[in-house]
């Protein structure tokens, strides 16, 4: 999940921008439509509706593969299945208002593993952010279930990865289907305020004020995920954290999270990992302080020669040398100043020397801050991840 600004931790905002088309449906439903569809037939159905409604625009193509749900096959060499084509296959589930570009290179790192890949589009995105306004947490875990299903006809053993939403999502998949075999998790939104219960009150006079059902209605300049936020998103996201277990999960998992997460609260993530109680199971650790947690691998979040101060929600699953989020990539994520301090916000974008990390009250005392998009620490993380699967029973 990526709420464009942490409103799902700290529930405010105000509405600065007047409503653009984009604010309201495009007329995708947004109920899961995809059943009785093969993987393939799923993929190329949403690359048609992804094409109508980006048509004509600048980057039209980059948008469509970027937003559109894909499938990778293993590389050769590694084992085949006992009674289906492939032995591990993973299913991947991106966070929400993001996209399947999020979960690009987590697809090849496990392409390269000899995992068989299929990666999800939750209902509500890769259209414009207004799809969100109707749309119900139920209808993304039906999107998983059946992706579990199209998974499990091709391989042996089934996992589950996700982030943030997708994380989440992962999680309560588990607890219901007996054939996952473990767990990846980055940035789990296992947690988030409260105050998102009642987010959908609005809905008692937004028809008369459509402002009312936003919380930061912004320009939606990224390819890859909507900048505006509206209240729906945030109370089926706090529906979807109430319906997870509370129980001990005996599955493997890997999980990867920044103390300094400025979108969900971090320490369910080191809750949650307490009752993961398989011996392979794996927290990455992002902070500027080592926690006193059995099976944690610590990681400095601050890299002072990048003038890097911690590490973000937004960051975990995206390697440095990505081309559009990363070290020198071509988008500045400078939302947090966009309602409260317009000229901040085009010198945030404008100047590459900004100081980069989550948007936390104690970094933007720092000076200009861009919220980090990128993973420093992403090699590392792999090499973790390749730790974890080759002690996988």
């Known amino acids: 999940m990526d709420d464009s600004g942490g409103v799902l931790r700290q529930y405010d905002g105000d509405v600065m921008e007047l409503l653009g088309l984009r604010h309201r449906s ?62 591990r296959g993973v299913l991947l589930t991106h966070g929400l208002s993001d996209s399947p570009y999020h979960m690009r290179h987590l697809g090849a790192f496990f392409q390269r593993r000899g995992f068989r890949v299929m990666a999800l589009l939750l209902p509500g995105h890769g259209t414009q952010p207004g799809d969100l306004l ?34 989440a999502l992962s999680v309560l998949q588990a607890s219901r289907d007996e054939r996952v075999r473990g767990l990846f998790l980055f940035s789990p939104a296992l947690q988030i305020t409260a105050r998102a219960r009642w987010a959908n009150l609005h809905k008692l006079y937004s028809w008369l004020s459509p402002k009312a059902a936003w919380v930061n209605p912004m320009q939606d300049r990224d390819l890859y995920k909507y900048e505006s936020f509206c209240k729906n998103a945030a109370a089926q996201m706090y529906a979807l954290t109430q319906a997870l277990p509370k129980g001990e999960l005996d599955i493997p998992v890997f999980a990867a999270a920044s103390a300094d997460d400025a979108t969900v609260e971090s320490a369910a993530t080191l809750r949650f990992m307490q009752r993961a109680t398989h011996p392979c199971s794996r927290l990455v650790w992002y902070s500027s302080e080592r926690p006193g947690q059995q099976n944690v691998e610590w990681v400095d979040s601050a890299v002072p020669e990048q003038r890097i101060l911690s590490s973000a929600h937004t960051a975990i699953v995206i390697p440095p040398d990505d081309a559009h989020y990363g070290e020198h990539g071509n988008y500045a994520n400078c939302l947090h100043y966009f309602a409260a301090d317009k000229p901040a916000f085009r010198a945030c974008q404008a100047q590459q020397d900004a100081w980069a990390g989550e948007i936390t009250e104690r970094n933007l005392k720092q000076g200009l801050l861009r919220r980090l998009m990128y993973n420093p620490h992403f090699a590392q993380m792999e090499a973790s991840m390749l730790k974890f699967i080759e002690r996988l029973p």
């Open 26 to 87: 495009s007329g995708v439903s947004p109920l899961f439509t995809g059943a009785g569809l093969s993987f393939a037939e799923y993929v190329q159905t949403t690359q048609d509706i992804l094409r109508e409604l980006h048509a004509c625009k600048n980057e039209e193509e980059q948008i469509i593969a970027g937003n559109s749900p894909f499938e990778l096959h293993p590389a050769e060499g590694f084992d085949r299945g006992r009674d289906k084509p492939y032995r």
């Open 134 to 167: 109707h749309v119900h947490w139920r209808e993304w875990a039906k999107t998983l279930a059946w992706g579990a299903d199209r998974l499990a006809d091709e391989v042996d053993e089934l996992y589950l990865a996700g982030f943030s939403a997708g994380a």
